[in-house]
C-alpha cells in the first residue's frame, strides 16, 4: 500500500512555469514506476509522463514532450513535473500514481494507487 499526495498546482499565465510534486508514503518508494496523469472538465484522464524506478527511464505524450520534465527523489520519496511554456490547454487536474512494472504506463487502468489531483489553471 502506497498513499500519494500532490502538491504545486495553482493558477498562471500561459508561458509561465510550475513545478508539481507528489509526496509518497507507505510501502518503498522505489519499488513503484510513477506517472502523471491529468483530466481537464468533461474529458478523460490522459497520460502525460511516466519515470521508471531508478528515474533511468522516462516517457512522455506528445502534447507535453520538451516542455515538461518528471523526475524523482527516491531518497524523498517525491516525484516531480516541472511545467514549462505552459498553454491553457494544459488546464487540469493533475493525478500522480504508482505502479509496480514498467508496462503499459500510458493506460491509467494500468495504475494501482492514485493521489487526490491538484489543479492546474493556465490563462491566456
Known amino acids: 500500500q502506497v498513499q500519494l499526495v500532490e502538491s504545486g498546482g495553482g493558477l498562471v499565465q500561459a508561458g509561465d512555469s510550475l513545478r508539481l510534486s507528489c509526496a509518497a508514503s507507505?510501502?518503498?518508494?522505489?519499488?513503484?514506476?510513477m506517472g502523471w496523469f491529468r483530466q481537464a472538465p468533461g474529458k478523460e484522464r490522459e497520460f502525460v509522463a511516466a519515470?521508471?524506478?531508478?528515474?533511468?527511464?522516462?516517457y512522455y505524450a506528445d502534447s507535453v514532450k520538451g516542455r515538461f520534465t518528471i523526475s524523482r527523489d527516491n531518497a524523498k520519496n517525491t516525484v516531480y513535473l516541472q511545467m514549462n511554456s505552459l498553454k491553457p490547454e494544459d488546464t487540469a487536474v493533475y493525478y500522480c500514481?504508482?505502479?509496480?512494472?514498467?508496462?503499459?504506463?500510458?493506460?491509467?487502468?494500468?495504475?494501482?494507487?492514485w493521489g487526490q489531483g491538484t489543479q492546474v489553471t493556465v490563462s491566456s
Open positions: 519515470i521508471s524506478w531508478s528515474g533511468g527511464s522516462t
Open positions: 507507505g510501502r518503498t518508494f522505489s519499488t513503484y514506476v
Open positions: 500514481a504508482a505502479k509496480s512494472t514498467y508496462v503499459d504506463t500510458i493506460l491509467p487502468v494500468r495504475y494501482d494507487y
